[in-house]
């Protein structure tokens, strides 16, 4: 009976001992819990980690997936009817501009040519006759006018004939390629068939689509730079932006020119295309001192020449999982790395410098 009075006393007395020690010593445990916190405990001032980071040249290229294409294509279609006499070239054949590829057949062109040249000979003799009689008074205006009527009308039927003859003459509206052949010696032609069809392949256009978020980026004459599934690269200008984007995806077309001179470049390729932008001043940042603030704008805390924290919406450039771009910063800030979530806009903090070239 005696061991169990003593046994309860003893938990008594440990119980009493334990609760005693909780009141006397809180005191320095609440230094403990503040210093783990990151907190001076004789100025009750927070401690942040800061790092001092300046802004760098920064051009985030954009790269995007293009095709090659033709800087011209034209099909080339007979303006007058006849049979194709004889081809001059033929598919897959380099022309020059206004170069004969093609003849067809004169007919009765040269008699129709010959004649009309006469008609409107005789009908100049017949206006300057008339109007020789008519400043001497011995002929009438209506005469003279009909007179000149005469010779336009002679006129427009030499022009109309020379033109028809000289259309016989199939001529390449530009220096490229031909790239198909629709026609063959003897093949009979009425006004509008297709005969050929020729590309300009110099300069060749790689022609790109970039999203919205990217296009206010791009200016004409930027510089860009192609690389091709067999690794060969090229390099070129912007030359095109389209004003108006794609409905279905809400990008715009982009073409960039470069030089094709041996038309090595074929139309259709594939080709990685990066483009360059221009060069901004931004911050490198780790993705983990972001924040947000009580309107859920997106910046990060830095300590001012007072030792205050201060947010700062930020514009994020890029991002990756090890780091960020952003502007929207002073050149040289005091960046909060580690603490940031534990103060607040205004906070009067201690900054401890950061240790090493990292980002933290």
């Given at each position: ?37 990151g ?42 009817k ?15 501009e ?15 040519v ?150 090595s ?47 700062v ?15 929207g ?32």
């Amino acid at each position: 009976m005696k061991s169990s009075k003593y046994i309860a006393a003893g938990i008594s007395v440990v119980a009493l001992i334990w609760i005693l020690s909780g009141i006397f010593f809180s005191g320095s445990g609440s230094n403990a819990k503040e210093s783990v916190l990151g907190t001076d405990p004789t100025t009750k001032v927070a401690e942040v980690r800061v790092r001092d980071i300046a802004a760098q040249s920064y051009a985030n290229d954009i790269v995007v997936t293009g095709r090659t294409n033709a800087s011209r294509t034209v099909q080339i279609k007979a303006k007058t009817k006849g049979q194709i006499q004889v081809l001059l070239k033929e598919k897959g054949v380099r022309v020059e501009e206004h170069e004969v590829i093609a003849r067809i057949e004169l007919s009765d062109r040269e008699a129709k040519v010959i004649e009309a040249k006469q008609r409107f000979a005789q009908r100049q003799i017949e206006y300057d006759a008339a109007k020789s009689l008519e400043d001497k008074g011995f002929n009438s205006k209506v005469t003279l006018t009909r007179s000149l009527a005469d010779l336009e009308t002679a006129r427009a039927v030499l022009t109309k004939v020379v033109i028809d003859q000289e259309n016989t003459k199939i001529k390449a509206p530009f220096k490229g390629l031909i790239y198909d052949q629709m026609i063959e010696v003897g093949d009979y032609v009425s006004v509008g068939d297709t005969m050929f069809t020729v590309v300009d392949m110099d300069p060749i256009e790689l022609v790109v689509f970039v999203s919205e978020r990217n296009i206010s980026s791009i200016r004409l004459g930027h510089n860009a730079s192609a690389e091709f599934y067999n690794g060969d690269t090229v390099t070129g200008k912007v030359s095109y932006i389209a004003p108006v984007a794609y409905q279905a995806t809400r990008t715009f077309r982009v073409e960039i020119s470069t030089p094709n001179p041996g038309y090595s470049i074929k139309d259709g390729l594939t080709a990685k295309v990066r483009i360059s932008v221009e060069e901004k001043k931004a911050h490198k940042i780790s993705p983990s001192v972001l924040s947000l603030n009580d309107v859920g704008q997106i910046g990060v805390k830095i300590v001012d020449a007072q030792n205050k924290v201060q947010f700062v919406p930020v514009t994020i450039l890029s991002d990756t999982s090890d780091y960020m771009w952003i502007l929207g910063l002073p050149e040289n800030v005091k960046l909060i790395t580690v603490g940031q979530d534990f103060v607040s806009h205004g906070q009067a903090v201690r900054p401890v410098a950061a240790d090493g070239d990292g980002l933290l």
